[in-house]
């Protein structure tokens, strides 16, 4: 079964750099047939794809983020991050650590809820 754990940054002030980082059990994030997406939701909203890791380490962003976002990867850990920087309320959302296998959507962690404010 596989498993997917955002951690908790909680609050985060305008400015600041938001990061995440997704802790992978049950599957390698070096898997040839999988990629790994960060997906954000803010209240009200719909979902928004921010962007995905390939298992090379290839990524592809977002282009609404693209100059603000770094996903990345520790494969020692099994684990992949997000880094968000200037951050401003507009960025407050549930955010959420996905897997794809074989293109399609699989696996969700159960989401971390960040809220950017001072």
């Known amino acids: 079964q596989v498993q997917l754990q955002e951690s908790d940054p909680g609050l985060v002030k305008p400015s600041q750099t938001l990061s995440l980082t997704c802790t992978v059990s049950?599957?390698?994030?070096?898997?040839?047939?999988?990629?790994w997406n960060w997906i954000r939701q803010p209240p009200g909203k719909g979902l928004e794809w921010m962007g995905v890791m390939e298992y090379d380490g290839r990524t592809t962003y977002n282009p609404s983020v693209k100059s603000r976002i770094t996903i990345s990867r520790d494969t020692s850990k099994n684990q992949f991050s997000l880094q968000l920087t200037s951050v401003t309320p507009e960025d407050t959302a549930m955010y959420y650590c996905?897997?794809?296998?074989?293109?399609?959507?699989?696996?969700w962690g159960q989401g971390a809820q960040v809220a950017v404010s001072s």
């Open positions: 996905t897997r794809q296998s074989y293109r399609i959507p699989c696996d």
């Open positions: 049950g599957a390698s994030i070096t898997s040839i047939s999988d990629a």
